[in-house]
């Protein structure tokens, strides 16, 4: 064992939910089914088994042998029907906060959510990207935070003894998620000042050239395409293309310079099949429609996404849908 | 052997049984940590954790119901109860010391493997009810993997049936005494290991566990099950399980029969080992792929425990 157990701590056997009666042949143990049942629920707490991020890591590690959360009579089970518990740890993505909150809402009462590690709890420093939510507990109501970046498994440990001790009081304090206070306000509004000292340097074509361009370099054996990617230079909006030939360990560059307002350049998916994903994912977070491309759609973001959030004018203050519940909303949820 | 008695054993054999697979269950944590270098339950109720299935099962009780809405609701709540009764049926027939056994009748290896194949019933209702795609697909394959497994389980069970020319276990343990199945050439031991086989996949165990594969259904059949409902899926897996280890102790390791103990201990330690072998495999082994699967059985068992059985009738008519 890593740790060393103290004989001292109270220990978490039945001796202190009642009294034993000695009496001559018989032994009589009383005690409440209150205190029965609590002690029932935090001796078998199931962890629904799902890890966002790296805390996932430290949570497996913490399942597996040198820590050992079987000791605990903490067992993981797949089934949100049959789990008891849910460890959220990693960083909470939008899309994501969706399938917790229906996973949440699957589970069967009683039921106790550990928010682990910094970005489960505030989101961290991925806090004011367009796609995290700041904390869990805009979701779910959380019982126990383990801090951490990732927590360690002693901390892992920790949150549960905690968890258990709360269960045995029989009160769950959930937390409002407090970051969300005037100062913080103010620092969202405050326009990020990003620097547009990026050269543009490289070879520049024409959009109505890159189809051309394209099949030329294709012929000439450039077979696998490493990346479409965009730059927004506020005043243009350029695509950059990067293409190697396997055989000949060869890479050529290209870039394609668009008007923002109207970023319209041809597709070549019929060159490089590879490029479907890139060119939704360029449509996707900078909103460059790509002609010609078979199923232009959203492919990181949900779908019912409003603006593009890799461009600089998109404003980060302003509450975007799906999924950014307000401080109301998370409070008239939580009382039903 | 009076009604009354009849039914006063019963609910004593029923309480014993319902208490000896709630400590499985712990049994298995402990060896899983054993072999996985871990402790296992520990805290709850020292020492380790013997009070971890009460635990268990005192939650699993208090815990909220669900029924999916879309769910057909009878069955739902049907299979369960099935799954249990089913597998909990095959007790009776089993005897469990040299002398005693509940209903005592001459086609108990018949009547057993009967009600043995009843559980994918409950199963598959289990699945088909839920109105869930996971639990559906693995319904299905359970139903298909249990069917297509009865035909070497029943063709390995025959073998001692032939040696003993009976279908009834008493005769069967009287005709080991002297030398156990399991030690007969060839014929014995092939027999042995490909019941042991079919009774992992009938039972749904690693390596043939495709109707729970966690990485691909979920939970499987139970996904929508919680509470108690899915702990009498639990307790019908764990009471098929040690069905089977009590089988092939009576059937292949002869039974009560051993020097020093009675019966019933002898029963017993076998009982055991064969439990913990099963263990052994399910937490060494990985889980097969489905037509690896299937092909396992229709290429190499099914026609490996044929020949076994002719070999077997071959050798009785020659010396009988």
């Not at chain 1, 409002?176 to 990026?198: C, F, M, R, S, V």
Request: glycine content about 6%.
């Amino acid at each position: 064992m890593g740790t060393s157990v103290d004989e001292k701590k109270p220990r978490l056997g039945l001796e202190t939910l009642g009294e034993l009666i000695r009496l001559p042949g018989l032994n009589v143990f009383l005690t409440s089914t209150k205190e029965l049942f609590s002690w029932a629920e935090k001796s078998s707490l199931w962890p629904l088994s799902f890890g966002l991020a790296c805390c996932a890591i430290e949570m497996m590690a913490t399942f597996a042998s040198r820590f050992d959360l079987d000791r605990f009579g903490v067992i993981a089970r797949a089934s949100p029907r049959q789990s008891d518990l849910m460890i959220i740890a990693g960083t909470v993505t939008i899309k994501m906060a969706e399938r917790i909150k229906k996973l949440y809402n699957q589970m069967p009462f009683p039921k106790w959510v550990i928010a682990a590690g910094s970005c489960a709890i505030s989101g961290d420093h991925y806090r004011h990207i367009y796609s995290v939510v700041p904390g869990v507990d805009w979701v779910i109501p959380v019982d126990v935070y383990v801090s951490g970046c990732p927590p360690t498994p002693e901390a892992f440990m920790e949150g549960i003894i905690r968890l258990q001790r709360i269960i045995t009081e029989g009160k769950t304090k959930p937390h409002l998620n407090t970051a969300y206070n005037k100062i913080e306000q103010e620092t969202l509004k405050a326009k990020p000042q990003k620097t547009l000292d990026i050269p543009k340097t490289g070879t520049y074509i024409l959009p109505g050239e890159v189809p051309a361009f394209a099949r030329d370099l294709r012929e000439r054996g450039f077979d696998f395409l490493t990346y479409i990617t965009a730059v927004d230079y506020v005043d243009t909006l350029d695509v950059a293309y990067n293409v190697r030939s396997l055989e000949n360990n060869e890479e050529q560059t290209w870039k394609v310079s668009l008007e923002p307002s109207n970023p319209i350049v041809p597709s070549i998916t019929s060159m490089y099949k590879g490029a479907e994903w890139h060119e939704r994912e360029a449509y996707d977070l900078f909103g460059i429609d790509f002609t010609g491309h078979p199923d232009l759609r959203r492919i990181l973001l949900p779908d019912d996404w409003q603006g593009y959030p890799l461009k600089k004018s998109y404003l980060m203050d302003t509450p975007k849908p799906p999924y950014r519940p307000s401080r109301k909303e998370y409070e008239a949820w939580k009382k039903e | 052997m009076t009604s009354t008695e009849n039914i006063a054993q019963g609910i004593i054999l029923l309480g014993a049984i319902l208490l000896i697979v709630t400590y499985l269950t712990w049994l298995e944590r402990k060896f899983a940590a054993r072999l996985q270098s871990r402790i296992g339950p520990y805290w709850v109720g020292r020492p380790h954790g013997w009070l971890q299935p009460i635990a268990d099962a005192l939650k699993l009780l208090i815990k909220e119901d669900i029924t999916p809405s879309k769910s057909d609701r009878f069955l739902f709540n049907l299979a369960p109860v099935w799954v249990v009764v089913t597998s909990l049926l095959g007790f009776a027939f089993l005897p469990l010391t040299a002398s005693w056994v509940l209903v005592n009748i001459d086609l108990g290896l018949l009547y057993f493997s009967a009600i043995g194949s009843l559980i994918v019933i409950g199963i598959f209702i289990a699945g088909w009810a839920s109105n869930n795609k996971y639990a559906l697909i693995s319904a299905l394959r359970a139903a298909a993997q249990v069917v297509a497994y009865e035909v070497p389980l029943l063709l390995s069970l025959l073998v001692p049936a032939v040696f003993a020319g009976s279908l009834d276990f008493q005769d069967i343990i009287r005709a080991q005494d002297g030398h156990w199945f399991i030690l007969f050439p060839v014929v014995g031991q092939i027999s042995f290991l490909t019941f042991l086989l079919a009774a992992l996949a009938e039972g749904n165990r690693i390596p043939f566990d495709l109707s729970e594969a966690e990485s691909e259904l979920v939970a499987g059949f139970n996904v929508e099950y919680s509470g108690m409902k899915f702990a009498y899926f639990y307790l019908a897996e764990y009471v098929h399980l040690l069905a089977a280890s009590l089988l092939v102790s009576i059937l292949f390791l002869g039974g009560p029969l051993g020097p020093f103990f009675s019966g019933g201990v002898w029963v017993a330690i076998k009982t055991l080992l064969v439990f913990l072998g099963v263990l052994w495999i399910r937490w060494s082994f990985l889980r097969v792929r489905i037509d690896q699967l299937m092909m396992l059985n229709w290429k190499v068992l099914t026609p490996l425990t044929l020949v076994n059985l002719l070999l077997a009738g071959l050798w009785v008519s020659l010396n009988g």
